[in-house]
């Protein structure tokens, strides 16, 4: 797959993907996706302390440069790491609570029944569900049995 093709679903993964403090422990994305928005938020003032660092400290310019490319590959290698996960098929024992919510869904009638997805189901397909349930199931007790797992 097209590297640029990675990177856009990984934003769109980024967007997608509910952060929830109990959702944590079972998908590493929301770690990595704090870690990402964390990066993005500090790093711009890192690059220029760099710069202002090699300035003062007389130190080559490519060793800065070096380590600026680092930094600034730090994020991007993640969003693509999220592109890859948002793609990656959904495991057996995920596939059982996506169909289940999807189930109550369908009961609900927020989603029909011709919106089933009959091909390989995907980490990307799995948020957007997990999003609709969490707007739509709220008021139900059982509903947000998944988040607890």
């Not at 856009?8 to 509910?18: D, E, I, L, N, R």
């Not at 592109?83 to 990656?88: I, Q």
Request: glycine share 4%; proline share 5%.
């Amino acid at each position: 797959m097209n590297l640029l093709k990675l990177f856009k679903f990984g934003q769109k993964y980024m967007s997608v993907c509910p952060i929830e403090k109990s959702l944590v422990h079972s998908f590493p994305e929301i770690t990595i996706i704090k870690y990402i928005k964390y990066g993005m938020k500090y790093l711009p003032p890192l690059i220029v302390l760099l710069f202002v660092w090699q300035y003062y400290m007389n130190i080559e310019i490519a060793i800065t440069l070096v380590t600026i490319i680092f930094a600034l590959s730090l994020p991007i290698q993640g969003i693509i790491w999220l592109g890859k996960r948002a793609l990656s098929p959904l495991p057996l024992n995920l596939l059982e609570y996506y169909n289940t919510i999807q189930e109550r869904l369908i009961n609900k009638q927020i989603i029909g029944a011709k919106s089933i997805k009959t091909t390989t189901i995907n980490f990307m397909d799995f948020m957007q569900l997990m999003n609709l349930a969490k707007s739509h199931l709220d008021d139900d007790t059982d509903s947000n049995q998944f988040l607890d797992n």
